[in-house]
């Protein structure tokens, strides 16, 4: 049977003996006794309910409300394993990543090549009469791209679209969404670059495929962190590896690889940071791996031009 604590504070109605059959029930477990009240509201809450303040215990939600217990507002919110906020919709941004790579998917068919030439990956080419990429200032192209897709190729954005939903909607829900849209990006970028100085200046590339390489990199960390089967997110990864130095297919080996290799680095400090510094850790990894972004995107540059 659940005990009061010593030196619980008594409410005038839990003065005097009781009998077990007469304490009230705690008002978020009503089938749970409860001998402790909130010491502001004064709600009876059972020891699974009760937060320590400064004079006895307080209820979660007087302590979400920030009501001088010394906590901050949010210290009673449960987190992920990352330590991000638990979210009401954990595939939120998951589903907003799948509508903005459709609906630019749509606009690319509905425009045509004007618009896919316009924000597509290139280094260094003549387009429409001029010499354009981004070693001529247009960045730029490096995130667009991780949006657009071969409109000629229907197959090319139902299977990233698929891989992000299998994939996106499970880690973000693991990491919460501030750490899962850093990952998602870093690692597109990181695909971005090392496309950008492997590939053919003249040779376009496009697609999710650097950013989802790298959320698959972090669920292998992830499912390592955790201790589960490693074997079928291994033979995944070989299979989509095969695939990408395959002849044939005209696929961007690079931005697979460096999606990876972003994901797996940043996805280790998402789940491995150490609790007291965690958010250091973890931003300032994926501050790091931009940096090594925007270096290798200079470098490329300077060769270029």
Same mark, same amino acid.
């Given at each position: 049977?659940?005990?009061?604590?010593?030196?619980?504070?008594?409410?005038?109605?839990?003065?005097?003996?009781?009998?077990?059959?007469?304490?009230?029930?705690?008002?978020?477990?009503?089938?749970?006794?409860?001998?402790?009240?909130?010491?502001?509201?004064?709600?009876?809450?059972?020891?699974?309910?009760?937060?320590?303040?400064?004079?006895?215990?307080?209820?979660?939600?007087?302590?979400?409300?920030?009501?001088?217990?010394?906590?901050?507002?949010?210290?009673?919110?449960?987190?992920?394993?990352?330590?991000?906020?638990?979210?009401?919709?954990?595939?939120?941004?998951?589903?907003?990543?799948?509508?903005?790579?459709?609906?630019?998917?749509?606009?690319?068919?509905?425009?045509?090549?004007?618009?896919?030439?316009?924000?597509?990956?290139?280094?260094?080419?003549?387009?429409?009469?001029?010499?354009?990429?981004?070693?001529?200032?247009?960045?730029?192209?490096?995130?667009?791209?991780?949006?657009?897709?071969?409109?000629?190729?229907?197959?090319?954005?139902?299977?990233?679209?698929?891989?992000?939903?299998? +994939? #996106?909607?499970?880690?973000?829900? *693991?990491?919460?969404?501030? @750490?899962?849209?850093?990952? !998602?990006? $870093? /690692?597109? %970028?990181?695909?971005?670059?090392?496309?950008?100085?492997?590939?053919?200046?003249?040779?376009?590339?496009?697609?999710?495929?650097?950013?989802?390489?790298?959320?698959?990199?972090?669920?292998?960390?992830?499912?390592?962190?955790?201790?589960?089967?490693?074997?079928?997110?291994?033979?995944?990864?070989?299979?989509?590896?095969?695939?990408?130095?395959?002849?044939?297919?005209?696929?961007?080996?690079?931005?697979?690889?460096?999606?990876?290799?972003?994901?797996?680095? +940043? #996805?280790?400090?998402?789940?491995? *940071?150490?609790?007291?510094? @965690?958010?250091?850790?973890? !931003?300032? $990894? /994926?501050? %790091?791996?931009?940096?090594?972004?925007?270096?290798?995107?200079?470098?490329?540059?300077?060769?270029?031009?």
């Amino acid at each position: 049977m659940d005990q009061q604590p010593p030196g619980s504070p008594q409410g005038p109605r839990d003065q005097g003996p009781q009998d077990a059959g007469s304490l009230p029930g705690c008002y978020r477990h009503p089938d749970r006794e409860a001998g402790v009240r909130c010491t502001r509201c004064e709600r009876p809450i059972c020891p699974e309910c009760m937060v320590s303040a400064s004079v006895g215990f307080q209820c979660p939600d007087c302590v979400r409300g920030g009501s001088g217990t010394g906590h901050a507002p949010a210290a009673n919110q449960p987190r992920t394993l990352a330590g991000g906020t638990v979210a009401a919709d954990p595939r939120l941004v998951t589903k907003v990543l799948i509508g903005l790579n459709l609906a630019l998917y749509l606009v690319q068919v509905s425009v045509g090549d004007s618009f896919t030439d316009r924000f597509d990956l290139f280094g260094r080419a003549l387009l429409s009469g001029e010499v354009q990429g981004v070693a001529e200032g247009q960045w730029y192209r490096m995130l667009t791209s991780m949006f657009l897709h071969a409109p000629d190729n229907p197959t090319h954005i139902i299977f990233n679209m698929l891989s992000l939903w299998w +994939v #996106g909607g499970p880690l973000e829900a *693991a990491l919460g969404r501030a @750490r899962y849209i850093t990952l !998602y990006f $870093v /690692s597109g %970028l990181a695909g971005s670059a090392l496309t950008y100085l492997l590939a053919g200046p003249n040779q376009p590339s496009l697609g999710a495929s650097g950013a989802i390489f790298g959320l698959f990199g972090a669920t292998a960390v992830l499912m390592r962190r955790l201790n589960y089967d490693m074997r079928p997110v291994i033979g995944l990864l070989v299979v989509n590896l095969i695939i990408s130095f395959s002849p044939g297919f005209n696929i961007a080996w690079q931005a697979h690889v460096g999606g990876l290799i972003g994901g797996v680095v +940043v #996805g280790y400090a998402m789940v491995h *940071a150490p609790r007291e510094r @965690r958010n250091l850790v973890q !931003y300032g $990894v /994926s501050a %790091l791996m931009l940096v090594a972004v925007v270096v290798t995107t200079l470098l490329r540059t300077a060769q270029l031009t």
